[in-house]
């Protein structure tokens, strides 16, 4: 069965920590996303990368950074983590071309920042 | 970029289809139409997509309008377990990204 899996299910941090969420994917999939998603807000776009090494910024990437060594993972960075990233952490992937497939998303990462 | 207009909920009895609608007027001649659905505290969950003609899987039939600027997701016979929050989203072809909005609560009622 393909999937997307994040490491942690739910996390709790302190503020000012540095924060890293994992995700692996093991469909070969070019594209990977972060979203975090909060209540009336919806799923928000923090960053995506389509290719290894390379990183695009989507709607919320202010106090993130993302890194992608390897085709497979997708790291979410939080420099210095504060109570306002306090959030649900959502993780996806897909294939470059729309017409293949849509995203396949991880089951999240619950994250609490005190 | 092409963005989606969803009703915030819907109520439907189990047993009867549910017809959840999306405006997307601005959607652009090669942009793609995709649902997803998220059950609470799980990841969003592909449903179906499509492009100019309808479709039809396993899950639920999108009916596109002719001129693309909406669409509907209908799921035939609905169950209890079909109450999520559905989201219409425009895929963008530049830069490969998905916009999800707030989404459509479904609560499918007894």
Redesign the interface.
Known sequence: DVK?TQSSRYLVKRTGEKVFLECVQDMDHE?M?W?RQDP??????IY?S?DVKMK?K?DIPEGYSVSREKKERFSLILESASTNQTSMY?C?S?F?S??R????????TRLTVV | DAKTTQPTSMDCAEGRAANLPCNHSTISGN??V?W?RQIH??????II?G?KNNETNEMASLIITEDRKSSTLILPHATLRDTAVY?CIV?V?T?????????TSLTVIP
């Open positions: 997307v594209n996303f979203y009336g807000l919806g799923l928000r776009l995506f389509y695009e989507g959502l996806a897909s470059l729309p017409d497939s849509g995203y396949t998303f991880g089951s999240g | 942009e793609y995709y997803y505290s799980q990841g969003p969950q592909y997509h492009l989201y895929r072809l830069g490969n990204q998905f916009y999800f909005g707030t989404g």
